[in-house]
């Protein structure tokens, strides 16, 4: 079958990967793609948010299968404008429908879908610019740190963690009255702070069935020791030490099956990836979101630990029989480190010259944000390449990764050295 991935980072070149690896797969297309896809599968430049351009590109390779990698063409409803196009339906689309993607398209959606179905998160109050006042004073029935989600989608910027009541009070007017967040901010979720550690959890669903795919945790913060600013992900490791068999049960109870009955109650098309990101404090999971794809970096540890045909998978998926599936998960623990360029996530340059690629061994590479120039590979993101390795335990794994990381260059690269910190 002809395989379309929609997407241009390390997430997508990861599915790309594997789908070259299945005896399922004739032709792969990534759209649009870098240059470590350039060398699996064929790049079509376009936007995947242009759904007009998709659907030409589906008709014109006789596609079957499109996988969409990132959130916004799912919040956009690129799900219902294939089912709702005769020349497209037939076309297995992986991930939900508009309806189905609120969950990460609205936060305030997904705190109301949690309380409805009693899966433990935060407390939490909505609040627009008309309630700016009752905004300020929940937060003052609040102990810091104070946390602010702009309900929509902001690139991964849309949360803020405040030690100061002042300054929390001051952040929400700037969120509801002077768009610090543009629409994305117009409703603001204030919640309670928990304390403990994240991981997260991913599930795959036919909006009826599910399977549970291995455990990750990932490093949002461009700092060791978890310091500085949040980027999209400094690197990741599977499976999450502390996520025993006891505590994944109870995710399993409170949270995996609540959530997919919801779905299946509410008849919401749902044929993807459900991202649970978690908080284990003491020893019982919360909720902190969800997100209906599945996350980059943790993606580059979870999927090559996957040894069943993942297109078969889909294959299943798509038709709503994932209960005849049985993943076939490595036993092995896997590592990535995310390479990037100097000044992410605030300003950085492009066009530098990345070299080393051909003295890698026994790791994979992922590209994230390259491209090829001139004969050239060369940096096109904040997030560059990132290295995953295997080892019989994570600490093994991620020493195999930081030694390759060394063998790749570029002008100001910059990698965080102290990944699984806090898991010794």
């Given at each position: 079958?002809?395989?379309?991935?929609?997407?241009?980072?390390?997430?997508e070149?990861?599915?790309?990967?594997?789908?070259?690896?299945?005896?399922?797969?004739?032709?792969?297309?990534?759209?649009?793609?870098?240059?470590?896809?350039?060398?699996?599968?064929?790049?079509?430049?376009?936007?995947?948010?242009?759904?007009?351009?998709?659907?030409?590109?589906?008709?014109?390779?006789?596609?079957?299968?499109?996988?969409?990698?990132?959130?916004?063409?799912?919040v956009?409803?690129?799900?219902?404008?294939?089912?709702?196009?005769?020349?497209?339906?037939?076309?297995?689309?992986?991930?939900?429908s508009?309806?189905?993607?609120?969950?990460?398209?609205?936060?305030?959606?997904?705190?109301?879908?949690m309380?409805?179905?009693?899966i433990?998160?935060?407390?939490?109050?909505?609040?627009?610019?008309?309630?700016?006042?009752?905004?300020?004073?929940?937060?003052?029935?609040?102990?810091?740190?104070?946390?602010?989600?702009?309900?929509?989608?902001?690139?991964?910027?849309?949360?803020?963690?405040?030690?100061?009541?002042?300054?929390?009070?001051?952040?929400?007017?700037?969120?509801?009255?002077?768009?610090?967040?543009?629409?994305?901010?117009?409703?603001?979720?204030?919640?309670?702070?928990?304390?403990?550690?994240?991981?997260?959890?991913?599930?795959?669903t036919?909006?009826?069935?599910?399977?549970?795919?291995?455990?990750?945790?990932?490093?949002?913060?461009?700092?060791?020791?978890?310091?500085?600013?949040?980027?999209?992900?400094m690197?990741?490791?599977?499976?999450?030490?502390?996520?025993?068999?006891?505590?994944?049960?109870?995710?399993?109870?409170?949270?995996?099956?609540?959530?997919?009955?919801?779905?299946?109650?509410?008849?919401?098309?749902?044929?993807?990836?459900?991202?649970?990101?978690?908080?284990?404090?003491?020893?019982?999971?919360?909720?902190?979101?969800?997100?209906?794809?599945?996350?980059?970096?943790?993606?580059?540890?979870?999927?090559?630990?996957?040894?069943?045909?993942?297109?078969?998978?889909?294959?299943?998926?798509?038709?709503?029989?994932?209960?005849?599936?049985?993943?076939?998960?490595?036993?092995?623990?896997?590592?990535?480190?995310?390479?990037?360029?100097?000044?992410?996530?605030?300003?950085?340059?492009?066009?530098?010259?990345?070299?080393?690629?051909?003295?890698?061994?026994?790791?994979?590479?992922?590209?994230?944000?390259?491209?090829?120039?001139?004969?050239k590979?060369?940096?096109?993101?904040?997030?560059?390449?990132?290295?995953?390795?295997?080892?019989?335990?994570?600490?093994?794994?991620?020493?195999?990764?930081?030694?390759?990381?060394?063998?790749?260059?570029?002008?100001?690269m910059?990698?965080?050295?102290?990944?699984?910190?806090?898991?010794?």
């Amino acid at each position: 079958m002809n395989i379309l991935i929609l997407g241009s980072g390390g997430r997508e070149h990861t599915f790309a990967h594997k789908f070259s690896q299945s005896k399922h797969c004739s032709k792969l297309f990534v759209a649009p793609g870098n240059a470590g896809t350039a060398k699996i599968a064929t790049n079509v430049s376009l936007n995947v948010n242009d759904f007009g351009a998709v659907r030409d590109l589906v008709l014109r390779e006789s596609i079957e299968m499109v996988i969409v990698g990132p959130e916004d063409p799912l919040v956009a409803g690129i799900q219902n404008f294939f089912a709702e196009d005769e020349r497209l339906k037939e076309v297995a689309v992986i991930g939900p429908s508009m309806r189905g993607a609120l969950l990460e398209g609205s936060k305030e959606r997904a705190k109301e879908f949690m309380a409805l179905y009693n899966i433990p998160t935060a407390a939490y109050e909505s609040f627009t610019k008309e309630s700016l006042d009752a905004g300020k004073a929940f937060l003052e029935t609040l102990r810091a740190p104070y946390v602010l989600k702009a309900d929509g989608l902001a690139a991964g910027k849309g949360v803020l963690i405040l030690q100061d009541l002042e300054e929390a009070k001051k952040e929400l007017e700037n969120m509801l009255t002077h768009d610090k967040f543009g629409k994305a901010g117009a409703t603001v979720v204030i919640e309670e702070f928990l304390d403990g550690i994240e991981l997260s959890v991913f599930v795959l669903t036919d909006g009826k069935n599910y399977i549970t795919l291995p455990t990750a945790k990932d490093y949002k913060r461009i700092g060791e020791g978890d310091t500085g600013l949040n980027t999209g992900g400094m690197g990741a490791i599977s499976p999450v030490p502390f996520a025993d068999e006891t505590f994944m049960s109870k995710v399993e109870s409170r949270i995996i099956k609540p959530t997919v009955e919801g779905l299946n109650k509410e008849n919401i098309d749902y044929k993807g990836f459900v991202f649970i990101g978690l908080i284990k404090v003491g020893d019982e999971p919360f909720v902190i979101e969800y997100n209906v794809r599945m996350g980059d970096p943790e993606t580059e540890v979870v999927l090559p630990r996957i040894e069943s045909d993942l297109v078969e998978v889909f294959q299943k998926l798509s038709a709503g029989k994932l209960d005849e599936v049985e993943l076939k998960i490595s036993d092995k623990a896997a590592a990535t480190v995310m390479l990037v360029s100097g000044g992410y996530p605030e300003a950085y340059e492009k066009g530098k010259e990345i070299s080393g690629l051909e003295k890698v061994a026994d790791s994979l590479v992922f590209h994230a944000g390259t491209a090829e120039k001139d004969g050239k590979i060369v940096t096109n993101g904040g997030r560059v390449l990132a290295i995953t390795s295997f080892g019989d335990t994570y600490k093994q794994a991620l020493k195999k990764s930081y030694q390759n990381a060394e063998n790749l260059h570029f002008d100001k690269m910059y990698f965080r050295k102290d990944l699984g910190f806090d898991l010794a």
